[in-house]
């Protein structure tokens, strides 16, 4: 077996080494600035992420999604930094092809966690609408209580019982969502029956008075009792009014301290909320009651002796 001489090889190594040399000394130059180039956007991108990150930590709720966003941002304009000095010492090729690569890479990785992207795409998504807040009241997805935390993949909502739910951000981002606490008020409504001797038009006026006292109750002005329908032993009313939701006073509190008002409020106007009545007829179109019936049928009897 033949090896090639030592010298050639030395030689074919050395003009490598020579053309090397000089390619890089005629590109020094271009080398120094490229190298200034970075280190100027790198700079640029420490004092750009510092008054962005001030920025959005204002704008949103969640500190996660702030820093993110700047994270992003501060990635993408040293990438542009870099891609800048590598075009201008001559490694186009290298740029289109690190473009193409991050391209490919990204795309797999959507494809991989399609589910993780899409719940991260809808945190940052509500981070910028801001539906809900840390503290307000919603429900979504049969779940209803009090956000606790917005993270950049789900919601943490603390329940009226105690629990604590997870819910995925793309669940809130797609469903209907009812925020209690947006608008500051929160309307109660009570259904009650009072009885068709009395007067629907008199316990609206009652309670409307009665209501209308308590601390408790805004918008005093709309506080209300409608008539709803027709029961079988009641006309059945609807009370409503409003209260400040977030405020001083418990929900559940309200609604018990309103039935009561209720209650007393129309026992004292002499207005009765009735039982459940049972009119007993004997006749296909009514008017023969059990009294009509016994009368009947003793007479009749005293006759035939």
Request: one cysteine or more; hydrophobic letters at 50%.
């Given at each position: 077996?033949?090896?090639?001489?030592?010298?050639?090889?030395?030689?074919?190594?050395?003009?490598?080494?020579?053309?090397?040399?000089?390619?890089?000394?005629?590109?020094?130059?271009?080398?120094?600035?490229?190298?200034?180039?970075?280190?100027?956007?790198?700079?640029?991108?420490?004092?750009?992420?510092?008054?962005?990150?001030?920025?959005?930590?204002?704008?949103?709720?969640?500190?996660?999604?702030?820093?993110?966003?700047?994270?992003?941002?501060?990635?993408?304009?040293?990438?542009?930094?870099?891609?800048?000095?590598?075009?201008?010492?001559?490694?186009?090729?290298?740029?289109?092809?690190?473009?193409?690569?991050?391209?490919?890479?990204?795309?797999?990785?959507?494809?991989?966690?399609?589910?993780?992207?899409?719940?991260?795409?809808?945190?940052?998504?509500?981070?910028?609408?801001?539906?809900?807040?840390?503290?307000?009241?919603?429900?979504?997805?049969?779940?209803?209580?009090k956000v606790?935390?917005?993270?950049?993949?789900?919601?943490?909502?603390?329940?009226?019982?105690?629990?604590?739910?997870?819910?995925?951000?793309?669940?809130?981002?797609?469903?209907?969502?009812?925020?209690?606490?947006?608008?500051?008020?929160?309307?109660?409504?009570?259904?009650?029956?009072?009885?068709?001797?009395?007067?629907?038009?008199?316990?609206?006026?009652?309670?409307?008075?009665?209501?209308?006292?308590?601390?408790?109750?805004?918008?005093?002005?709309?506080?209300?009792?409608?008539?709803?329908s027709f029961?079988?032993?009641?006309?059945?009313?609807?009370?409503?009014?409003?209260?400040?939701?977030?405020?001083?006073?418990?929900?559940?509190?309200?609604r018990h301290?309103?039935?009561?008002?209720?209650?007393?409020?129309?026992?004292?106007?002499?207005?009765?909320?009735?039982?459940?009545?049972?009119?007993?007829?004997?006749?296909?179109?009514?008017?023969?009651?059990?009294?009509?019936?016994?009368?009947?049928?003793?007479?009749?009897?005293?006759?035939?002796?």
């Amino acid at each position: 077996m033949e090896f090639p001489q030592i010298d050639k090889v030395s030689a074919l190594i050395n003009e490598k080494l020579q053309m090397w040399l000089e390619q890089g000394i005629k590109h020094l130059p271009n080398i120094v600035v490229a190298i200034f180039i970075a280190i100027i956007f790198g700079v640029l991108a420490n004092l750009l992420g510092k008054i962005v990150k001030r920025g959005l930590r204002r704008a949103f709720e969640s500190r996660q999604i702030a820093d993110l966003l700047t994270s992003i941002l501060k990635a993408a304009f040293i990438c542009a930094g870099l891609f800048i000095a590598l075009d201008f010492v001559g490694l186009q090729g290298t740029v289109t092809s690190l473009l193409a690569g991050a391209g490919i890479v990204g795309l797999a990785i959507g494809f991989a966690f399609q589910d993780l992207t899409e719940n991260f795409i809808a945190g940052v998504a509500m981070g910028i609408r801001k539906p809900f807040e840390i503290g307000d009241v919603i429900e979504a997805d049969n779940v209803f209580g009090k956000v606790e935390a917005i993270n950049l993949r789900n919601t943490l909502v603390t329940t009226f019982f105690g629990q604590r739910e997870i819910i995925p951000n793309k669940i809130l981002f797609r469903n209907i969502l009812t925020n209690y606490s947006v608008m500051g008020y929160r309307r109660l409504e009570v259904p009650v029956g009072i009885s068709y001797a009395d007067d629907p038009n008199h316990a609206r006026d009652v309670l409307v008075n009665a209501l209308n006292e308590k601390a408790y109750v805004a918008k005093k002005d709309e506080t209300n009792v409608f008539a709803a329908s027709f029961g079988d032993s009641s006309v059945n009313l609807l009370v409503w009014f409003w209260m400040k939701y977030p405020g001083p006073h418990n929900f559940m509190e309200v609604r018990h301290d309103a039935v009561v008002t209720i209650r007393q409020t129309l026992d004292d106007a002499g207005i009765l909320i009735p039982f459940p009545i049972r009119t007993i007829d004997f006749d296909a179109k009514g008017g023969k009651t059990l009294d009509t019936m016994i009368s009947a049928s003793r007479q009749s009897t005293s006759e035939q002796q």
